[in-house]
Each structure stands twice: as C-alpha cells, then as structure tokens.
C-alpha cells in the first residue's frame, strides 16, 4: 500500500515570498502520478500540479514548481511570489498509473498543509 | 466547460433516513469515483467505477452504496445514515491514463448527521 506523508501541518509566508511545502511517499511501484492539490476556504479541490514519474523533469505551472527527487521519494511544492489568493490547505496525493496492474485511479492523499499568505 | 456536478451541496438529515447524492460529469469520463473527507485524515476513497455497471469498493465502503447505470451518472447511497458519516463528500472522475490520468473533482457535499 501506498503512503503520502506531509510533514508540516502548517506554514506561512509573506505576500511576495517563496515558500516550499513538503512531501514524502512510499510506494513500491515504479510507474506513478503525484498531484499537488490546493483546497481554499470554499473546500473545491484545484488541481495545482502533475509529475508523472516517468518524467525527469520537474513540472512548472506558473508560479508553481515542484521538485521531484524518486529516488528519495520526494515531492516538494515551490510557490513563488505567494499571493492571498494562495492561501489554502495544499494536499499532496499519489496515484499508480493504471498499467501497473490493479490501478483503480485511486489516489492516496497526505493529511494537507494549510498554507497562510499574510499580507 | 467540463464539470463534475454533485447535489446536494448541504444536507442535514437524520439517523436512519435514507439518502442519495447524485454526482454527473459531462467528460465523458469512464472512471468515476467517491471520496469522503475528515478533519485530521485527509480524503479517503468510498468506493469507484471503471466504467458502466462496474464498481468495486474503495478504502471505506461500510454504510455506502453506489450503482453506475449511465457512463455520466455515479450516485453515492446512503441506505441508513448514522452520525459517523458526517463528512465532506466529492465526487470524481478521470478520463483513461492514456490522456494524463488527472481526477477531477466535484464542489464537495456536506452532510450532517444527527
């Protein structure tokens, strides 16, 4: 079975600063995704970034990056230039590609980190 | 605009009484999926479906039916609520990994209760 850990159930950051959240996993499988979600007040789950593991290089979207490392099984969030708007609970979450056999796009989701962006 | 739609967005109910949430995708998707939230654990799956008329159990299935009669509809059965499935509710659904593998996710469904 697949675990997700996230370390820091909270952290903040200034308008303007970048700020890294952590993620651990541990997982036997070799072919995976690994998801970063951010849930605002409203409680929507957003989609903020993908990696396919597959893939040396990490994934950006905007001002979001993430550092991949699979040999240490790590997945880390960078926000740069964080914005009020970033203020939410970030959830790190795995999921095994489907031809790894008995993959039921099931992700398994780290407890979140709740990121506050003071102004 | 692709959407995953779930109703009711609030409900509050009592023990015993039973209840449906209904949740549809205009994707197309053939993977849909339940996943119900608490404080302190995170999003755990209830139960999935790879396509129509299969559906298999998830993580925490007790109390919960589903059924998957149309690829876009996935309701989620409560037969007789009790206060332990007060919890945030989402829906989802996935296209097959061949096109990336992202779940998209409904608003959410609270549910109380009492």
């Known amino acids: 079975a697949q675990t997700v850990t996230q370390s820091q159930p909270e952290m903040s950051v200034q308008e303007a600063e970048t700020v890294t959240l952590s993620c651990t996993y541990d997982?036997?499988?070799?072919?995976?995704?690994l998801f970063w979600y951010k849930q605002p007040p409203s409680r929507q789950m957003i989609l903020v970034i993908r990696?396919?593991?597959?893939?040396?290089q990490n994934a950006t979207e905007n001002r979001f990056s993430v550092n991949f490392q699979k040999a240490a099984k790590s997945f880390s969030l960078k926000i740069s230039d964080s914005q009020l708007g970033d203020t939410a609970m970030y959830f790190c979450?795995?999921?095994?590609?489907?031809?790894?056999?008995?993959?039921?796009?099931?992700?398994?989701f780290g407890k979140g980190t709740l990121l506050t962006v003071n102004p | 605009e692709a959407q995953v739609t779930q109703n009711p967005r609030y409900l509050i109910t009592v023990t015993g009484k039973k209840l449906t949430v209904t949740c549809s995708q205009n994707?197309?998707?053939?993977?849909m999926s339940w996943y119900r939230q608490d404080p302190g654990l995170g999003l755990r799956q209830i139960y999935y479906?790879?396509?129509?008329?299969?559906?298999d159990k998830g993580d925490v299935p007790e109390g919960y039916k589903v059924s998957r009669k149309e690829k876009r509809n996935f309701p989620l059965i409560l037969e007789s609520p009790s206060p332990n499935q007060t919890s945030l509710y989402f829906c989802?659904?996935?296209?097959?990994?061949?096109?990336?593998?992202?779940?998209?996710f409904g608003e959410g469904s609270w549910l109380t209760v009492v």
């Open positions: 990696q396919e593991a597959y893939k040396q």
């Open positions: 989802a659904s996935a296209a097959g990994q061949a096109r990336g593998g992202t779940i998209y």
């Open positions: 479906s790879m396509n129509v008329e299969v559906t």
């Open positions: 997982t036997s499988e070799n072919n995976y995704y």
């Open positions: 979450a795995f999921m095994k590609q489907r031809n790894s056999g008995g993959s039921n796009y099931k992700l398994t």
């Open positions: 994707m197309n998707h053939e993977y």
